[in-house]
């Protein structure tokens, strides 16, 4: 295209890539000011290179998810590892992050999905971006930074599995402000239901509360870590579905519960009475407990022959908020975040590449009969 100036190119690249961008968004990437990025698209407009804008109208049913996108790394040791030297390893890649996991488990389920979070304008981020656009994901909302590297978790184990060490790169995270979601909130205000992981900043995570109280959208949070859980504000008051295990609500509530059904469904309580609507609190192959309302009832985990435990959790979330959100059946939606759960440990993905409605209709089978609820 020689008769566009470089500018212009850039211009159009980015509204090629994006269709949804906005002038100040564009503005802000290519370092101009939001008038000068008008008039490139009025010019761009004037000489056919674009139609015109249109009115888009939101689809109906879709879930937001913002939060995190990493990349996992895994270093298995051929022999016990040395301090101090070289250790040949056997290196895997995968990605990972909450978020990023259910938005690719709820669109395997056949899901709207848009995807909201910040990834490094690197090789890794644009591999991220690229595996969640081939998924059917929307990643409009996905911001390449050009000074940030993209998350990265590192594990490096032991010959036999056992972590030595675990090493964080999540520092991009803190870019996820309220003003940077903000570029989303139109998607925010015609989505059906919003996840949001604790990898966002507390700020954003209060703001999203903030905007769930004046808005359409259920809004559904899961706490990610102990130390991560803590971000959530004292009041959850605006939040419709919390996902935690057992550690992560002990973390929050700053008290100790016993590791039983009693124990978990006490910690649930007192999460309501911070104002979370509904609590789903698991721990392990104990199960779930969800509770709402000051009635709980129970969900048994689906026995399975685990080959690695990565993405459960995750599967859980997703599961339970796709058939949450076709069925509204609460206890019954969990019921399935728990068979999905228990076919993604049966694999070593972090998100079973079989995943499908399909395939979780082919092993609903291996739920058992429901149980009854009780009253607590
Ligand atoms: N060994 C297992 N076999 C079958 N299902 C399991 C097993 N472990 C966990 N699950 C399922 O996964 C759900 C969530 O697991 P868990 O409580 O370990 O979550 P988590 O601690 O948040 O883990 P994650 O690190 O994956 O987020 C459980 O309620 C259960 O249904
Ligand atoms: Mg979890």
């Known amino acids: 295209m020689a008769e566009l100036s470089d500018v212009e190119n850039a211009v159009l690249g980015l509204i090629r890539q994006n ?31 674009i139609l015109g804008r249109g009115y888009l109208l939101p689809e109906e049913g879709r879930v937001v998810v913002i939060g995190g996108a990493v990349i996992d790394r895994k270093y298995l040791a051929r022999a016990p590892l040395i301090a101090g030297t070289s250790n040949p390893v056997e290196g895997m890649r995968s990605f990972g992050g909450v978020a990023r996991n259910v938005a690719e488990n709820l669109a395997a389920l ?24 081939a998924r059917g994901i929307d990643v409009a909302n996905l911001y390449a930074l050009p000074d940030e590297r993209t998350a990265e978790y590192a594990a490096i184990l032991e010959p036999g599995g056992d972590l030595a060490y675990g090493i964080a790169d999540m520092a991009i995270f803190d870019r996820l402000t309220p003003e940077l979601v903000a570029n989303a909130a139109p ?21 999203l509360i903030d905007q769930r109280r004046g808005g359409r959208f259920e809004l559904a949070i899961d706490a990610v870590s102990t130390p991560k859980v803590k971000k959530l504000p004292a009041d959850l008051s605006g939040v419709d579905l919390l996902f935690l295990n057992l550690d992560e609500a002990c973390a929050y509530i700053g008290s100790s ?51 690695d435990m990565t993405g459960a959790g995750d599967a859980m979330i997703a599961g339970t908020l796709h058939h949450y959100l076709e069925s509204g059946a609460l206890h019954e ?44």
């Open 19 to 49: 269709p949804f961008a906005g002038q100040q968004q564009m503005a802000d990437q290519l370092g101009l000011s939001r008038s000068a990025v008008a008039a490139h698209v009025v010019r761009l407009t004037e000489r056919g290179f």
């Open 110 to 133: 056949g899901a709207g999905v848009s995807f909201v979070s910040a990834i490094g304008a690197d090789e890794s981020g644009r591999d991220l971006s690229r595996h969640l656009g």
């Open 187 to 207: 998607s925010l205000a015609a989505a059906r239901l919003v996840f949001a992981d604790c990898n966002l900043p507390a700020a954003t995570l209060a703001a």
């Open 257 to 307: 519960f016993s590791r039983n059904i009693n124990g978990m469904q006490q910690a649930a309580k007192a999460l309501n009475e911070a104002g979370a609507a509904t609590v789903i609190l698991t721990s392990g192959t104990l199960g779930a407990v969800v509770s709402a309302g000051g009635a709980a009832s129970t969900v048994p985990v689906v026995a399975a022959r685990p080959v």
């Open 333 to 376: 939606a969990v019921r399935r975040g728990a068979l999905i759960a228990a076919l993604t440990t049966e694999s070593a993905a972090s998100v079973h590449p079989q995943m499908s409605i399909h395939f979780v209709e082919a092993n609903l089978h291996r739920l058992g009969p429901i149980e009854g609820e009780a009253h607590v």
